[in-house]
């Protein structure tokens, strides 16, 4: 069973850059598909970025488009998460998700659809 561990969340100002990572552990996580998620206080777990098995096919939520980028480094079983010009509502905890797939090209965007999830790691925006 694949472990998620995520890092790299902390507080920022506005229009700074943050670099997450989720570390996989366990079977070859270059057989899953993986995103990232982030939940606000008081607000519904949405859907921040995916990609798939090789990275070739990613997906965004059209508020981060152009700000975030998601990849992956399947050789040290890591899925990254950059994100450049932070805004106060990006603030929430992020969570990394995996469900093993078995297409190169497939991605998910709903949360029913991941079967793993990490801890989650907190981004803090200022204003």
């Known amino acids: 069973q694949v472990q998620l561990v995520e890092s790299g969340g902390g507080l920022m100002q506005t229009g700074g850059s943050l670099s997450l990572s989720c570390a996989a552990s366990g079977r070859i996580f270059s057989r899953y598909a993986a995103g990232w998620f982030r939940q606000a206080p008081g607000k519904e777990r949405e859907f921040v970025a995916a990609?798939?098995?090789?990275?070739?096919?990613?997906y965004y939520l059209d508020s981060v488009k152009g700000r975030f980028t998601i990849s992956r480094e399947n050789a040290k079983n890591t899925v990254h998460l950059q994100m450049n010009g932070l805004k106060p509502e990006d603030t929430a905890v992020y969570y990394c998700?995996?469900?093993?797939?078995?297409?190169?090209?497939?991605?998910?965007?709903?949360?029913?659809?991941?079967?793993?999830w990490g801890q989650g790691t907190q981004v803090t925006v200022s204003s």
């Open positions: 998700a995996a469900r093993e797939v078995y297409s190169t090209t497939i991605y998910f965007t709903a949360r029913q659809d991941y079967a793993l």
């Open positions: 990609i798939s098995q090789t990275g070739g096919t990613t």
